[in-house]
């Protein structure tokens, strides 16, 4: 052991070092606020679930994605590049993301094509379900009622009828079926999806722009969000979920496969919904005090750090009493989407989907080693420079990050 309380691994002043010039691919920096939440976001449905797979070839040949280096201390340059993805890590990404680790496909290959046909298909009825304007429902049903109408009057019968809409299909109804009273319902739901999806990423052409292409993917994300939202009424849409979308809509979408891209909404709303059944009690408020809400898990967070580092963990929280909650929560709720540039998440994620621990268990250690990373400065600091540090992480070399953080989870982590 060197320095009180740290690992030999994490002596070099390396890991602390001023962090280098910011990445060419920016992210969004607005500030996420939490909405009211009422209750635990229910498992999906047997058709929208499916176990995850154990990692499998990918559908066709395609160059391995390479893992984090394992670098030591001592062959770390001293003003380390923040790392960069190609076009081509990025479709090696796509594959990773939509095929291997959230076990949208099967484990069988055979069954993958029968499988995408099926999801597909049944994304297209949530389309014509939950995106239906009760306009054209009322016109549906006009439409039958004048059939009716014409029906009887051909048999001779000379009956006249009125409109058949029901008073639950009326704009004024206040019934609980009432497809207009639900619609009012959801407008204020469809009004905050719609100002989080237009703010998305807004230096990437991808999600923003005039462009119809950049408005095509904003409507395929918005979609998506809202399906989402009313097949889970007890949980419906949190501010900050369009960034959790965002990472797997744009690989579906950059898949190089045509048929693939074409269908990007479908597959990244399958996959949005595994993704988020794994995380779903960080939002859900009841739970915010059980032992599987938010605040514990900070507090896991709070006791790994103090394992690894007892120094930083006690400057934080005792000296300069920087509560955990100031910084950790969205850097867990939104799985680190706002601390790093776009490339960045892209390699977090894939460490984070692909560790056999699990998503939520390697968050934490990429968060814990976020904070030993910028340790002496942290040390230096007082609360405001240590809290404004922690809330605009500063840029670094992702590589170092995933590193400290599989160092934390390893044999040689005591």
Known sequence: MGKKGVPEWLNSSLWSSPSSAAATVAAASHPVDRLPRSSPLPKPEPPMRATIAEPRPPPRPTPPLAEAPRLSTETLPDDP?????????????????????????????????????????QYNDFREEFLVNPSAVTRRMEGSSRQKIEELESCGRGLLMRSGITHDEHPLSL????????????????????????????????????????????????????????????????????????????????????????????????????LLSGFRDNFCQKLDNSVV???????????????????????????????????????ITLLLTQEFNFANCLHIWDTLLSDPEGPQETLLRICCAMLILVRRRLLAGDFTSNLKLLQNYPSTNISHLLYAASKLGGPSAS
Not at 112 to 121: C, F, P, S, T, V
Not at 189 to 197: A, F, K
């Open 175 to 274: 019934g609980k079926t009432s497809v207009w009273n639900q619609f009012f319902q959801d407008t204020e739901i469809i009004e905050q999806i719609d100002r989080d999806v237009k703010r998305t990423h807004p230096d990437m052409q991808f999600f923003n722009g005039d462009s119809s292409i950049a408005e095509s993917n904003r409507e395929a994300m918005r979609h998506i969000l809202i399906i989402f939202a009313k097949l889970n009424p007890g949980i419906r849409y949190v501010q900050g979920m369009n960034e959790i979308l965002a990472p797997l809509f744009y690989v579906f979408k950059n898949d190089p496969e045509p048929n693939n891209a074409e269908h990007a909404e479908a597959d990244a709303f399958f996959c949005f919904v595994e």
């Open 81 to 121: 590049e923040p790392s960069r993805l190609s076009e081509e890590d990025v479709s090696r990404q796509s594959h990773l993301l939509a095929e291997l680790l959230l076990g949208y496909l099967p484990k069988n290959r055979e069954l993958w094509g029968q499988e995408l046909n099926r999801k597909r298909a």
């Open 293 to 331: 809400g938010i605040r514990s898990t900070i507090s896991k967070l709070s006791e790994l750090l103090k394992k690894h580092d007892g120094e930083l963990w006690r400057h934080l929280e005792v000296t300069t009493k920087v509560n955990p909650q100031f910084y950790a929560f969205r850097w």
